[in-house]
T-cell receptor, first 111, second 114 residues
Framework: GNSVTQMEGPVTLSEEAFLTINCTYT??????LFWYVQYPGEGLQLLLK?????DKGSNKGFEATYRKETTSFHLEKGSVQVSDSAVYFC??????????FGSGTRLSIRP | DAGVIQSPRHEVTEMGQEVTLRCKPI?????LFWYRQTMMRGLELLIY????????DSGMPEDRFSAKMPNASFSTLKIQPSEPRDSAVYFC????????????FGDGTRLSIL
């Protein structure tokens, strides 16, 4: 099928810890991949994207690499901050502008 | 630049009433999406439009829900009659419609049906 699977939350870390949120996808071909972030009371915002295999998307210290061999797009950050507490959604382009979202991973960072 | 604008931000009404949610997409975007988000079911795509034409409404939960896009700068999502189980946050998003282009979300309408 065509889907996006990401690790279930909640994920709780201490400030300055290393973050990984796993994401894998199924698709025919190599669709564009995205990470979105949703802060409390707001809509989803694009965090980063990668449009082809081996591309690395990065923004605000977050990174994700498009791995076609493992059909993965894991989100990483070397040192998280309290302000990174949010829900993170992995997503892939589908067709006719449609994007398929994962179920979201809630991240909480302790001071 | 103005983003996607949704109104109202909050709506509280009694069951049985008609509810109309509004969305203004980003100028120049030709695709528009309506989503519903709840704790139980997460983010669900309800319907989307390309060039003002509904493409896929398979996510609309039932006939009480309807959506229109009369022009490129405005869309509505209507619930009539509303029920308590419709309580959720409803998001509108728009995109330029290419494979690399992400969707841009509004801040949502938090709907509570009493």
């Amino acid at each position: 099928g065509n889907s996006v699977t990401q690790m279930e939350g909640p994920v709780t870390l201490s400030e300055e810890a290393f973050l990984t949120i796993n994401c894998t996808y199924t698709a025919t071909g190599y669709p564009s991949l995205f990470w979105y972030v949703q802060y409390p009371g707001e809509g989803l915002q694009l965090l980063l994207k990668a449009t082809k295999a081996d591309d690395k998307g990065s923004n605000k210290g977050f990174e994700a690499t498009y791995r076609k061999e493992t059909t993965s797009f894991h989100l990483e950050k070397g040192s998280v901050q309290v302000s990174d507490s949010a829900v993170y959604f992995c997503a892939r382009y589908s067709s006719a502008s449609k994007i398929i979202f994962g179920s979201g991973t809630r991240l909480s960072i302790r001071p | 630049d103005a983003g996607v604008i949704q109104s109202p931000r909050h709506e509280v009404t009694e069951m049985g009433q008609e509810v109309t949610l509004r969305c203004k997409p980003i100028s120049g975007h030709n695709s528009l999406f309506w989503y519903r988000q709840t704790m139980m079911r997460g983010l669900e795509l309800l319907i989307y439009f390309n060039n003002n034409v509904p493409i896929d409404d398979s996510g609309m939960p039932e006939d009480r829900f309807s959506a229109k896009m009369p022009n490129a700068s405005f869309s509505t999502l209507k619930i009539q009659p509303s029920e308590p189980r419709d309580s959720a946050v409803y998001f509108c998003a728009s995109s330029a419609g290419t494979a690399d282009e992400p969707q841009h979300f509004g801040d949502g309408t938090r709907l509570s049906i009493l």
